[in-house]
Nanobody, 116 residues
């Protein structure tokens, strides 16, 4: 069982930055792929970024060049650094852990609001 707790969301002006954190429980964190997803009001949840157990990173087109995902295995934490934020980045951001072939565990989400 893995529990994920996100933090770091809030209200920021367009062009600003936020760093989201996701603290994970369990002893298998370093072996899990970790990801960030987001769900804007009235829309489906979409992929933002992921990082493998080996440190390889992947980004959605909208996140590429502005967001950066990283992990600290010693702290069982994954981060999402978001720069140059836009109003369209407004969403609830979710952390997820992949143990097998699917995203098996999800956090409760943290809300990000970007004002214009």
């Amino acid at each position: 069982q893995v529990q994920l707790v996100e933090s770091g969301g809030g209200l920021v002006q367009a062009g600003g930055s936020l760093r989201l954190s996701c603290a994970a429980s369990g002893r298998t964190f370093s072996r899990n792929n970790m990801g960030w997803f987001r769900q804007a009001p009235g829309k489906e949840r979409t992929f933002v970024a992921s990082i493998t157990s080996g440190g390889n990173t992947y980004y959605s087109d909208s996140a590429k060049g502005r967001f950066s995902i990283s992990r600290d295995n010693a702290k069982n934490t994954v981060y999402l650094q978001m720069n140059s934020l836009k109003p369209e980045d407004t969403a609830v951001y979710y952390c997820a852990a992949q143990l097998g072939y699917t995203w098996d565990y999800w956090g409760q989400g943290t809300r990000v609001t970007v004002s214009s």
